[in-house]
């Protein structure tokens, strides 16, 4: 028995927690309906009560089927009670076999709900909190049940023991059942009270923006939407403080609050701003109600503003819902007639009529002379405005998502726009598409053509580079992109095709954005179907955005040019002269936007100005050479200043005319500080493209640091000169100390750097190894004279300090300033062999440096073919074979092989190797 009674205990509780999950917080519209849910399923688990009880002898059970009962007489009354009780007193007297019993079941129904319904106006606030001392309540209605165990004589023993303990059970399941109720309900009232304190303003316990966003959802089609916004609040707060500004903040809810409750629901959105959403009228019923809300805050009686006199005046924006308009369509074009009643005088109210894509007009203060003067624009090119503005003042490269949202500013301000595009010129002829309003995301990064982009505008070219806006409609805009998509590749007309919704667009207008006589971006705005045409409107909307796109880009254009500037300085700051003039004209035919473009260095020798054949051209101009007085180069140096020329087929000074034909040129004289000609810098653009003043200006700055680089230049190679002189005086000496054969340091040296540029090293590696040759003997200073003077065979001691030269040759050389790092290689291990027999480390392979294992060759080769004090010259060819011989265990075996190869084409013939030992004297 115990076990069946846990069940059916453990049952009322699962029971009462499934019932007290249909409590549910905002369910007032269905109370009724719930109230009959939460009944039926009492009623249910009274019957599973009753059929899961525990049966004593005599055909009685034991059960908490009562519970559920008395819990709806104490909440609803004995009626609904005896309903829910119905079930289970049908099954128990139709299907229990035991009829002597059905008194009995009558008897304890008739107490139950005659008992609670006597205790029901003490214990119902049970129902609200168990309180300890209404707890002596909770056995009450249970009293009469087990009574009738003295009706059934084979029971009546057991009533001394089942009457306790059904008593017992009845009360700690009512208090069971009561908690869980409470639990659920308390958790509900905590959860509302955090929903009301979420969307409810501290301040003015007027719904929140939270509210007023989920409630403007709702917002059915001709319902009204007013914006409200106070008049010079900032005067009131630095008048009274921010207490002051909270003061009158309350003093305005409290006014909304009370004007037409029921149909004016008022929330504090942000700030001053406050927001009215009012049903039940039409929009000129609308319109009266704001007006006279407008009307009575200046003039309110009582409160803190007027204690103060201060007289708060308030602007207003109206706007009906319009069919299939969400709410934040509705909420842009409130803010919209709100923000034209602040620019217009403000203490208005503006009406955005339905329908209409513009506002009505405005609602003048009572006494005011009705307006005569035209709205000014519409918020959202204010907007736009004052995004351009920050942008401007930011001082930053723009991001795609700037320009995203200028376009999004644009699709909302242009009336009968629902999306768009903007493209922006790239350098040259290219364009990238860097925003998108309506369509697929993939479509930014896009590139464009400027042959497509002009036959989609369609019209003239002078029309076109003069920014002339063009609408296009109907089987126009068809043929547009037909023309349009023949000038660009198929990966990019699919993704048009595929992302661009050219079956849905019915009206584009196209806004080509002119900077400087050039068209550098595009501003397409398009109409789906079912929205109003383009306008005269649309099109002097559109121009704005299309003016400050193009004050974005000016800014867009000097911060790349300061960019490329500073990269430029960071990055010729350590190249070589010869990757000087490359590295200029390609930054200046970037900056500039240049077709052509070349370096003119001036070259004393020949008192011209000449180039290196390098230039930025297509097809290559080759090398130019002008002499003193000849071309525009020189007369801009002359002169002392940049020449800008718009056509020059007219101009008999140019040079390489038939290569060059028509077009502009700008050409930027380079000069010293002291007048002196370094060079020119000469760039050219199609005719259409002349270079403007503001090139100039940038020309002159990058003519400024050319110069100076050059200066910089020709200094460095003064420097270098001297420094490579004094090196290789520093190896004459040596080898004069040596005796070796005359001039063995500057054959090895020429034989070298002969082999170096023959293989194709940068030059900075053939300076390295020039220095190192010069030097590469420099170590033997260390050496006595009688070890290094022996004519005869030297011993392994004497062998032994001979070798030590590489070694010391690369401490000594360590304390010259700048010499080159790979001249220490070239010092130290140019005895080092292949197989790793050599020294001073004992290198092999390719851990003995490159510029080491190429001089190693030539000073073997120049040491065989000359005299040495022991043993006589050999014959090249004889020194050939040699070399050979120790391809892959003394010398490196490609360099090997690329040795005998450029000597056997006479690649170091001007060395003359094979000379040196004519008449030579026979040693003694």
Same mark, same amino acid.
């Given at each position: 028995?115990?076990?069946?009674?846990?069940?059916?205990?453990?049952?009322?509780?699962?029971?009462?927690?499934?019932?007290?999950?249909?409590?549910?917080?905002?369910?007032?519209?269905?109370?009724?309906?719930?109230?009959?849910?939460?009944?039926?399923?009492?009623?249910?688990?009274?019957?599973?009560?009753?059929?899961?009880?525990?049966?004593?002898?005599?055909?009685?059970?034991?059960?908490?089927?009562?519970?559920?009962?008395?819990?709806?007489?104490?909440?609803?009354?004995?009626?609904?009670?005896?309903?829910?009780?119905?079930?289970?007193?049908?099954?128990?007297?139709?299907?229990?076999?035991?009829?002597?019993?059905?008194?009995?079941?009558?008897?304890?129904?008739?107490?139950?709900?005659?008992?609670?319904?006597?205790?029901?106006?003490?214990?119902?606030?049970?129902?609200?909190?168990?309180?300890?001392?209404?707890?002596?309540?909770?056995?009450?209605?249970?009293?009469?049940?087990?009574?009738?165990?003295?009706?059934?004589?084979?029971?009546?023993?057991?009533?001394?023991?089942?009457?306790?303990?059904?008593?017992?059970?009845?009360?700690?399941?009512?208090?069971?059942?009561?908690?869980?109720?409470?639990?659920?309900?308390?958790?509900?009232?905590?959860?509302?009270?955090?929903?009301?304190?979420?969307?409810?303003?501290?301040?003015?316990?007027?719904?929140?923006?939270?509210?007023?966003?989920?409630?403007?959802?709702?917002?059915?089609?001709?319902?009204?939407?007013?914006?409200?916004?106070?008049?010079?609040?900032?005067?009131?707060?630095?008048?009274?403080?921010?207490?002051?500004?909270?003061?009158?903040?309350?003093?305005?809810?409290?006014?909304?609050?009370?004007?037409?409750?029921?149909?004016?629901?008022?929330?504090?959105?942000?700030?001053?701003?406050?927001?009215?959403?009012?049903?039940?009228?039409?929009?000129?019923?609308?319109?009266?109600?704001?007006?006279?809300?407008?009307?009575?805050?200046?003039?309110?009686?009582?409160?803190?503003?007027?204690?103060?006199?201060?007289?708060?005046?308030?602007?207003?924006?109206?706007?009906?819902?319009?069919?299939?308009?969400?709410?934040?369509?509705?909420?842009?074009?409130?803010?919209?007639?709100?923000?034209?009643?602040?620019?217009?005088?403000?203490?208005?109210?503006?009406?955005?009529?339905?329908?209409?894509?513009?506002?009505?007009?405005?609602?003048?203060?009572?006494?005011?002379?009705?307006?005569?003067?035209?709205?000014?624009?519409?918020?959202?090119?204010?907007?736009?405005?004052?995004?351009?503005?920050?942008?401007?003042?930011?001082?930053?490269?723009?991001?795609?998502?700037?320009?995203?949202?200028?376009?999004?500013?644009?699709?909302?301000?242009?009336?009968?726009?629902?999306?768009?595009?903007?493209?922006?010129?790239?350098?040259?002829?290219?364009?990238?598409?860097?925003?998108?309003?309506?369509?697929?995301?993939?479509?930014?990064?896009?590139?464009?053509?400027?042959?497509?982009?002009?036959?989609?505008?369609?019209?003239?070219?002078?029309?076109?580079?003069?920014?002339?806006?063009?609408?296009?409609?109907?089987?126009?805009?068809?043929?547009?992109?037909?023309?349009?998509?023949?000038?660009?590749?198929?990966?990019?007309?699919?993704?048009?095709?595929?992302?661009?919704?050219?079956?849905?667009?019915?009206?584009?207008?196209?806004?080509?954005?002119?900077?400087?006589?050039?068209?550098?971006?595009?501003?397409?705005?398009?109409?789906?179907?079912?929205?109003?045409?383009?306008?005269?409107?649309?099109?002097?909307?559109?121009?704005?955005?299309?003016?400050?796109?193009?004050?974005?880009?000016?800014?867009?254009?000097?911060?790349?040019?300061?960019?490329?500037?500073?990269?430029?300085? #960071? +990055?010729?700051?350590?190249?070589?002269?010869?990757? @000087? *003039?490359?590295? $200029?004209?390609?930054? %200046? =035919?970037? !900056? /500039?936007?240049?077709?052509?473009?070349?370096?003119?260095?001036?070259?004393?020798?020949?008192?011209?100005?000449?180039?290196?054949?390098?230039?930025?051209?297509?097809?290559?101009?080759?090398?130019?050479?002008?002499?003193?007085?000849?071309?525009?180069?020189?007369?801009?140096?002359?002169?002392?200043?940049?020449?800008?020329?718009?056509?020059?087929?007219?101009?008999?000074?140019?040079?390489?005319?038939?290569?060059?034909?028509?077009?502009?040129?700008?050409?930027?004289?380079?000069?010293?500080?002291?007048?002196?000609?370094?060079?020119?810098?000469?760039?050219?653009?199609?005719? #259409? +493209?002349?270079?403007?003043?503001?090139?100039?200006? @940038? *020309?002159?700055? $990058?003519?400024?640091? %050319? =110069?100076? !680089? /050059?200066?910089?230049?020709?200094?460095?190679?003064?420097?270098?000169?001297?420094?490579?002189?004094?090196?290789?005086?520093?190896?004459?000496?040596?080898?004069?100390?040596?005796?070796?054969?005359?001039?063995?340091?500057?054959?090895?040296?020429?034989?070298?750097?002969?082999?170096?540029?023959?293989?194709?090293?940068?030059?900075?590696?053939?300076?390295?190894?020039?220095?190192?040759?010069?030097?590469?003997?420099?170590?033997?200073?260390?050496?006595?004279?009688?070890?290094?003077?022996?004519?005869?065979?030297?011993?392994?001691?004497?062998?032994?300090?001979?070798?030590?030269?590489?070694?010391?040759?690369?401490?000594?050389?360590?304390?010259?300033?700048?010499?080159?790092?790979?001249?220490?290689?070239?010092?130290?291990?140019?005895?080092?062999?292949?197989?790793?027999?050599?020294?001073?480390?004992?290198?092999?392979?390719?851990?003995?440096?490159?510029?080491?294992?190429?001089?190693?060759?030539?000073?073997?080769?120049?040491?065989?073919?000359?005299?040495?004090?022991?043993?006589?010259?050999?014959?090249?060819?004889?020194?050939?074979?040699?070399?050979?011989?120790?391809?892959?265990?003394?010398?490196?075996?490609?360099?090997?092989?690329?040795?005998?190869?450029?000597?056997?084409?006479?690649?170091?013939?001007?060395?003359?190797?094979?000379?040196?030992?004519?008449?030579?004297?026979?040693?003694?």
């Amino acid at each position: 028995m115990f076990t069946s009674l846990l069940l059916n205990f453990c049952l009322l509780i699962t029971s009462t927690f499934a019932i007290s999950l249909t409590y549910r917080a905002g369910e007032a519209r269905q109370r009724a309906v719930m109230m009959v849910v939460r009944l039926a399923l009492t009623a249910g688990a009274t019957l599973l009560l009753a059929m899961a009880s525990a049966e004593v002898p005599g055909g009685l059970r034991i059960d908490l089927r009562y519970v559920p009962v008395v819990m709806v007489v104490l909440r609803y009354g004995p009626l609904w009670g005896a309903l829910v009780a119905a079930p289970m007193l049908l099954w128990r007297l139709v299907f229990d076999t035991d009829s002597g019993v059905d008194g009995v079941v009558w008897l304890h129904f008739a107490s139950v709900l005659a008992l609670s319904t006597l205790v029901r106006p003490a214990a119902r606030p049970l129902l609200q909190g168990l309180q300890p001392r209404l707890l002596w309540l909770t056995p009450v209605p249970f009293l009469g049940v087990g009574v009738g165990v003295l009706l059934v004589p084979e029971s009546r023993e057991l009533f001394w023991v089942s009457y306790p303990v059904r008593l017992l059970l009845g009360a700690l399941g009512l208090i069971s059942a009561v908690s869980i109720l409470q639990s659920r309900l308390q958790l509900l009232r905590l959860t509302q009270v955090l929903a009301d304190q979420a969307n409810t303003d501290a301040l003015t316990s007027l719904p929140n923006r939270r509210a007023f966003d989920r409630d403007l959802g709702a917002l059915r089609c001709g319902e009204h939407l007013a914006l409200l916004d106070l008049d010079h609040f900032k005067a009131v707060n630095d008048r009274y403080g921010h207490d002051g500004g909270d003061r009158a903040l309350a003093q305005v809810a409290g006014l909304l609050r009370s004007f037409a409750p029921g149909r004016v629901r008022a929330y504090r959105v942000g700030g001053e701003e406050f927001a009215a959403l009012i049903g039940g009228m039409d929009s000129v019923q609308a319109a009266g109600v704001v007006e006279r809300l407008r009307s009575a805050l200046p003039g309110q009686q009582g409160g803190w503003l007027a204690e103060r006199g201060e007289r708060m005046t308030v602007s207003i924006g109206l706007a009906t819902r319009q069919a299939d308009e969400d709410g934040a369509a509705l909420f842009r074009r409130a803010d919209e007639a709100l923000y034209l009643a602040k620019m217009n005088g403000r203490d208005r109210v503006v009406v955005w009529a339905p329908g209409q894509g513009a506002p009505e007009g405005a609602l003048p203060s009572p006494g005011a002379a009705p307006p005569t003067e035209t709205l000014q624009p519409r918020h959202s090119a204010w907007r736009a405005l004052r995004t351009t503005v920050t942008l401007l003042a930011q001082r930053r490269v723009l991001r795609d998502e700037d320009w995203a949202e200028m376009l999004r500013l644009a699709v909302e301000a242009v009336d009968g726009a629902c999306c768009g595009t903007l493209d922006v010129r790239l350098r040259g002829d290219r364009f990238r598409l860097v925003a998108e309003v309506g369509y697929a995301p993939d479509l930014v990064g896009l590139p464009l053509t400027e042959a497509s982009q002009q036959r989609w505008y369609g019209r003239p070219l002078d029309e076109w580079r003069a920014g002339t806006p063009r609408l296009v409609e109907g089987e126009a805009l068809d043929a547009a992109y037909a023309t349009s998509d023949a000038h660009l590749d198929s990966p990019e007309v699919r993704q048009l095709n595929l992302s661009g919704r050219r079956r849905e667009v019915t009206g584009n207008l196209c806004l080509p954005v002119v900077l400087g006589g050039e068209v550098v971006a595009h501003l397409n705005l398009d109409r789906l179907q079912g929205a109003p045409p383009f306008g005269p409107e649309s099109v002097e909307v559109a121009q704005l955005f299309a003016q400050q796109i193009a004050a974005l880009l000016h800014l867009q254009g000097r911060w790349d040019e300061l960019e490329h500037l500073v990269s430029l300085h #960071e +990055r010729v700051s350590v190249v070589s002269p010869q990757e @000087l *003039a490359p590295e $200029l004209t390609a930054a %200046a =035919a970037e !900056l /500039l936007r240049a077709q052509w473009a070349v370096l003119l260095r001036y070259d004393a020798a020949q008192d011209a100005l000449v180039s290196d054949g390098r230039g930025v051209h297509e097809p290559a101009l080759g090398p130019v050479r002008l002499p003193r007085g000849v071309g525009l180069a020189w007369a801009a140096l002359q002169a002392g200043e940049v020449i800008r020329l718009t056509d020059l087929s007219a101009e008999p000074r140019l040079y390489f005319r038939e290569q060059l034909r028509a077009g502009a040129m700008m050409v930027v004289p380079l000069r010293a500080a002291g007048g002196e000609p370094l060079g020119a810098l000469i760039l050219t653009r199609q005719a #259409e +493209r002349a270079f403007s003043e503001a090139d100039a200006h @940038l *020309a002159l700055l $990058l003519g400024s640091l %050319a =110069a100076r !680089l /050059l200066e910089r230049d020709h200094h460095l190679v003064g420097l270098q000169a001297t420094l490579d002189a004094a090196l290789e005086t520093l190896g004459v000496a040596v080898e004069l100390r040596d005796f070796e054969t005359q001039d063995h340091t500057r054959r090895v040296t020429a034989l070298a750097v002969t082999f170096a540029a023959a293989l194709g090293l940068p030059p900075e590696a053939v300076r390295g190894l020039r220095q190192g040759a010069a030097l590469h003997d420099i170590g033997k200073l260390a050496v006595p004279d009688a070890v290094l003077l022996k004519p005869g065979a030297l011993d392994s001691a004497e062998r032994a300090l001979i070798e030590t030269h590489a070694e010391r040759g690369a401490a000594l050389s360590a304390r010259i300033p700048f010499l080159h790092p790979d001249a220490r290689g070239v010092i130290r291990s140019h005895h080092e062999r292949w197989d790793g027999g050599g020294y001073p480390d004992r290198l092999s392979g390719e851990r003995i440096p490159l510029a080491a294992r190429l001089f190693a060759l030539c000073d073997v080769y120049d040491a065989l073919v000359s005299d040495r004090p022991y043993r006589a010259a050999l014959s090249p060819e004889e020194a050939l074979q040699i070399l050979a011989r120790g391809r892959g265990t003394q010398f490196d075996p490609e360099l090997t092989d690329r040795f005998l190869a450029l000597h056997a084409r006479g690649a170091f013939a001007h060395v003359a190797p094979e000379r040196v030992n004519e008449d030579r004297p026979t040693p003694a």
